[in-house]
């Protein structure tokens, strides 16, 4: 079983937050305070000679229609976000991901944020593996990956 560090770690000696509700009588107010360094850096843990995140686009092949939709997807993003590094549009399966696909890296916290929800509502029926590079690349694609639509089972031995 992993150890983890506690999330509350450098807050022990930190005020109490308070349990008021807001007006819309559902959230907890939280107390003004410092911008998280996070919206701008990748916390400690990212490997700093790599991007920060990989985008996985996958598509059936088989598939007229959506093998249509992934390549027009493809293009969209290349025309709407030329500053983040877009891998060719593979046909077949490569490397660990079942099916066809194609990547898209991003390389701080606001690309990451605007990719996805970019990808939320215009992904179509692709689904998408999204997965931090924090040097190890098999709990990169397992345990810390999220997933947009269907759950693929990913050939992960040779990520071992």
Not at 123 to 130: E, M, T
Not at 140 to 159: F, Q, V
Request: hydrophobic share 30%; glycine share 6%.
């Amino acid at each position: 079983m992993a150890q983890w560090q506690s999330p509350l770690a450098g807050y022990e000696n930190a005020e109490p937050l308070p349990d008021t509700i807001n007006p819309d009588g559902k959230s907890l107010y939280n107390p003004p305070g410092p911008k998280s360094d996070a919206y701008d850096e990748f916390p400690k843990g990212f490997n700093p000679n790599k991007n920060g995140f990989d985008f996985h686009i996958y598509y059936i092949p088989s598939s007229k229609e959506e093998t249509q939709y992934a390549k027009e997807l493809h293009e969209r993003i290349r025309r709407e976000f030329p500053e983040l590094r877009i891998y060719r549009f593979w046909d077949k399966p490569v490397g660990p991901h079942p099916t066809a696909m194609f990547e898209v890296n991003v390389f701080d916290p606001h690309q990451t944020g605007t990719l996805f929800s970019w990808l939320a509502v215009n992904r179509g029926p692709c689904d998408v593996l999204i997965h931090p590079n924090t040097g190890d690349a098999y709990r990169d694609h397992t345990e810390l990956a999220t997933w947009m639509g269907r759950r693929w089972p990913l050939l992960d031995k040779m990520l071992k």
